[in-house]
């Protein structure tokens, strides 16, 4: 039998919590990926926000590292995105 490590354990509040947004390429998807989570973190950053097609172009990601204030906030984020219809994952 095997010792399966730990997952880290993250402390609140994490300054450069990483997301990745997934969702069909759209000209405003960028946008509304930022001023979502605007809506959760006010002080997100830009220069830490990138984007990226996927390589048939179908997709986008948004690659952001926002403040995590807490387990409560990321869940109500992650379930706001995904209940736009526009978002297909969040990791």
């Known amino acids: 039998m095997t010792d399966t490590p730990e997952a880290p354990k993250i402390t609140f509040p994490c300054a450069d919590y990483p997301i990745k947004v997934v969702g069909n390429n759209a000209d ?3 946008g509304f990926v930022v001023e979502t989570v605007k809506g ?5 950053d830009l220069e830490k926000v990138s984007i990226q097609d996927s390589r048939n172009g179908r997709f986008r990601s948004v690659r952001l590292k926002m403040t995590a204030t807490g ?7 992650f379930e706001k995105l995904k209940a736009s219809g526009r978002v297909h ?3």
């Open 28 to 30: 405003d998807f960028f």
């Open 40 to 44: 959760f973190d006010p002080e997100l």
């Open 71 to 77: 387990e409560d906030q990321l869940q109500a984020l």
């Open 89 to 91: 994952m969040v990791l």
